[in-house]
């Protein structure tokens, strides 16, 4: 299995609401990544886990709340999302300390609407 | 920070062309990765390039680092409709342990 699996592929969700993005892979990496890419743009970096644990968070604010549950699970836990936080939101994998040098297995995606 | 800057931003061709996208930077990296991403979908790792005039081919994209491992091609011979897409190059920091991307070529191949 060389897959990493994002539901849902799409979300519609209001201000008020709280949801979860969810990611799966079953490659045996253990450093795990949420992206977030706004159109015609590249991704940008959200937060990084290794072996489970945060280890990078780019100051992303706290309505953005990550989750490792274990090596094979990442979850994004979103609430009072704003407008402008409408995006696809990337899951992405690699074997640990591997992905920035020699590339991530990226998901399919999230899209993401803010109402 | 370090900055690729990729060029051209947009391609528009027809298919049986042949073309060249660019990746540059002031500054070294360690390595650097080529992406495709098709519209609603995630990047696809296509090559990654670690040392300083590298040459990689896959089938018909041809990518090369530069000696000084400040720029990068991407040559694909005789454009496909398939082709269509956005690539992204990106790049390991020296030094760091971040991903920097370049804001993407985005190419149409017209049958």
């Known amino acids: 299995d060389t897959e990493v699996t994002q539901t849902p592929k799409h979300l519609v969700m209001g201000m008020t609401n709280k949801k979860s993005l969810k990611c799966e892979q079953h490659?045996?990496?253990?450093?795990m990544y949420w992206y977030k890419q706004k159109a015609k743009k590249p991704p940008e970096l959200m937060f990084v886990?290794?072996?489970?644990?945060?280890?990078i968070n780019e100051s992303v604010p706290s309505r953005f709340s990550p989750e490792c549950p274990n090596s094979s699970l990442l979850n994004l836990h979103l609430h009072a999302l704003q407008p402008e936080d409408s995006a696809l939101y990337l899951c992405?994998?690699?074997?640990?300390?591997?992905?920035?040098?020699?590339?991530?297995?990226f998901g399919s995606g999230t899209r993401l609407t803010v109402v | 920070t370090q900055l690729l800057e990729q060029s051209p931003q947009f391609l528009s061709i027809q298919e049986g062309e042949n073309l060249t996208v660019y990746c540059n930077s002031s500054?070294?990296?360690?390595?650097l990765q080529w992406y495709r991403q098709e519209p609603g979908e995630g990047p696809v790792l296509l090559v990654t390039?670690?040392?300083?005039?590298e040459v990689k081919k896959l089938k018909r994209l041809t990518f090369q680092f530069g000696d000084a491992r400040k720029d990068s091609s991407l040559h694909i011979t005789a454009a496909q409709p398939g082709d269509t897409g956005l690539y992204l190059c990106?790049?390991?920091?020296?030094?760091?342990?971040?991903?920097?991307f370049g804001a993407g070529t985005r190419l149409f191949v017209k049958a």
């Open positions: 990106a790049g390991a920091e020296t030094g760091g342990f971040k991903t920097i």
């Open positions: 500054s070294v990296f360690s390595s």
């Open positions: 490659m045996g990496h253990r450093a």
């Open positions: 390039v670690v040392t300083g005039g």
């Open positions: 886990y290794s072996y489970e644990k945060l280890s």
């Open positions: 992405a994998s690699s074997p640990p300390g591997t992905g920035e040098r020699y590339g991530y297995t």
